[in-house]
């Protein structure tokens, strides 16, 4: 057998592609854009042609490449390889897996993204191979992945660990997924920047109000800048969104119990204040034997996360099971 993992993300901007030794360092990585021309038909080709072309780079022989995993973002149904609803590039129902396995003859394995992230965090970031693990990714939208007594859970039709989805307003403000009031309208970029308009359509005056007179615009970053200089709205939503990600989280560690919950994403670029506000309210509304044991921290590798995930997968697929 070979001893190379190639892992690939494909995003709704961007596909990230890495090459890994089996023990998880990277040997090389690159990204390509995402076409999503023709609903979205160039994109197995795309990746299919980079690969071939950086195996040929690398001067590496085929036969040294264990397997190719694949996250993309949409529901995949078990190990079908199918995405069905690629959210942001126009898949419908695509055959990811046999499509790119029938272009490079390499054994191809695909996931959700956010649950490969999750694998790629407990891999080789801050969860340290737990075996009862929940990561969550705080960017645009609200991603997570579950690991339960040492697998990734996936689910009936893969819409397990769906965590930005989990309501947190009943009637609150419509969510991407068709619904209201999810914790994605809450605690994304999208949902900080609600709450800072909120503020200011309320007390125009504020500080929030002022930023946004002259820059036209507030971004989530511009809130947590505010916040640590001393703005006291900014700081209260930076709290009152760890308040409900905390609520959320002892919810889930209700039924996962896990040693370790990661946060990732940009929003988690609040820092300190929010790890803070999400472990205060983790550890009023978990039962005390969850807080016992369970870590909670930031997520360690970034937007490299889902490319170690993918490369995981294959690991864990053809090298961990034999
Ligand atoms: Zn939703």
């Known amino acids: 057998m ?44 795309d990746i299919a042609h980079s690969i071939t072309g950086k195996i040929k780079d690398l001067i590496l022989k085929k036969e040294a490449i264990i397997g190719i995993g694949v996250g993309a973002p949409g529901f995949i149904v078990g190990d079908s390889g199918i995405v069905e609803e690629g959210v942001n590039i126009g898949w419908k129902v695509v055959k990811l897996g046999s499509e790119l396995k029938e272009i490079l003859q390499l054994p191809v394995f695909v ?65 991407n997924c068709g619904k209201n009031g999810c914790l994605e309208t809450v605690a994304s970029a999208t949902g900080i920047v609600k709450q800072a308009q909120e503020i200011i359509d309320v007390n125009p005056q504020s500080n929030l109000g002022q930023h946004i007179a002259e ?35 002892s919810n889930i560690a209700t039924i996962v119990n896990p040693s370790k919950i990661v946060i990732g994403g940009g929003v988690s670029k609040a820092g300190k204040p929010l790890l803070d506000a999400i472990k205060h309210s983790f550890s009023i509304y978990a039962l005390e034997r969850l807080t016992e044991v369970c870590d909670i921290d930031t997520a360690q590798l970034g937007n490299d996360a889902g490319i170690y995930g993918a490369a995981y997968l294959v690991k864990d697929n053809l090298v961990n099971n034999k």
């Open 2 to 45: 070979g001893n190379i993992l190639i892992g690939v993300d494909i995003g709704g901007t961007t596909i990230k592609v890495g090459f890994f030794s089996i023990e998880g360092k990277i040997l090389d990585k690159y990204e390509i854009p995402t076409n999503k021309n023709d609903n979205g038909n160039q994109i197995i080709p």
């Open 111 to 175: 996931g959700n993204d956010a649950n490969l992230a999750a694998l790629g965090e407990n891999w080789m970031g801050s969860g340290n191979q737990a075996s009862n693990f929940v990561a969550i990714t705080l960017g645009t939208g609200v991603g997570g992945g579950i690991i339960a007594n040492g697998q990734l859970l996936s689910g009936v039709n893969g819409t397990a660990g769906e965590i930005g989805h989990i309501t947190v307003v009943p009637d609150g403000y419509p969510c």
């Open 215 to 249: 820059h036209g615009r507030i971004t989530a970053k511009d809130v947590f800048d505010l916040a640590s200089a001393g703005d006291q709205d900014c700081q209260q939503i930076i709290s009152q969104t760890g308040d409900v990600l905390g609520l959320v989280l």
